[in-house]
Every structure is written in structure tokens, then in C-alpha cells.
């Protein structure tokens, strides 16, 4: 590492992260087209891009179907967990008002944690934050 490399890391005592998942999403990649899994996750994923914003959330990455988002960070927050909770209510309504309108019967599977994390900028391309 050279010396004009700088380290970007934090810790927080007190964040709360949320993954999310479609369930049984292997699966459904055999029975769909590429261009029809594309435009599903950008649609969901486009729609809970904006609600965290309302919610004032970090969204961290997508992996795959994979949704993760803080709140808390960079910046601490009161409430944090309320944030969060209210934010995983209204992505199940999401998800049940694109099944209602597409005719599909997807189910959101969503973890929430609340705790210490210690954060900081990844790699030296495209670089990610990351908890």
C-alpha cells in the first residue's frame, strides 16, 4: 500500500441492516428468460431504492436477489430500528402489489439485525462500501 493510499474506515455502535431475498429465486431463473429476471429484480429493486430513500436508509449493495440496506450509517439516527421495521413492512406491500399486477407469487424472505458494525470503502475498483 502506498503512502498516498488512505484507508476509509468507521465504527458504529448501533446500526441496524436488513437483508432481503426472493424465495425460491433459484429456481425461478430456470423457469424464466434473463431479460424477464432483469426487469423483475430492477422493477422490485428500483421500488425499494426510492422507499429507502423516504426512509432516509443506506442502501449498501445488491447481490444477485439480494437486497441489503443500514440505517444508522454513516450518520446516527434515534429511531434507527423503527426506520427499518416500517421500511421491511412496506417491502412485503411492494412485493404483493407486483404479484397483483404480474400474476406471479413471489414471497420476500427479510432479515433484521441491530448492533455494532464496523464499516469502510472496499478495493481499489468500483469501490463498494460496505459493512
Not at 28 to 41: A, G, H, Q, R
Not at 55 to 71: H, N, P, Q, R, W
Request: one cysteine or more.
Amino acid at each position: 500500500m502506498g503512502s498516498e493510499d488512505k484507508i476509509i474506515v468507521s465504527s458504529h455502535s448501533e446500526v441496524t441492516m436488513l437483508f432481503a431475498d426472493i424465495v425460491g429465486f433459484t429456481a425461478l431463473t430456470s423457469k424464466t428468460t434473463p431479460e424477464e429476471l432483469i426487469t423483475m429484480l430492477n422493477e422490485l429493486f428500483s421500488a425499494f431504492d426510492e422507499l429507502a430513500l423516504q426512509y432516509k436508509l443506506e442502501k449498501i449493495k445488491t447481490i444477485g436477489d439480494c437486497y441489503f440496506v443500514a440505517s444508522g450509517v454513516p450518520e446516527y439516527r434515534i429511531g434507527h430500528a423503527e426506520a427499518m421495521l416500517e421500511f421491511a413492512i412496506d417491502m412485503l406491500e411492494i412485493v404483493n402489489l407486483y404479484n397483483k399486477k404480474t400474476g406471479r407469487d413471489l414471497q420476500l424472505r427479510i432479515g433484521i439485525n441491530t448492533g455494532p458494525v464496523v464499516a469502510g470503502v472496499i478495493g481499489k475498483q468500483k469501490y463498494c462500501y460496505d459493512l
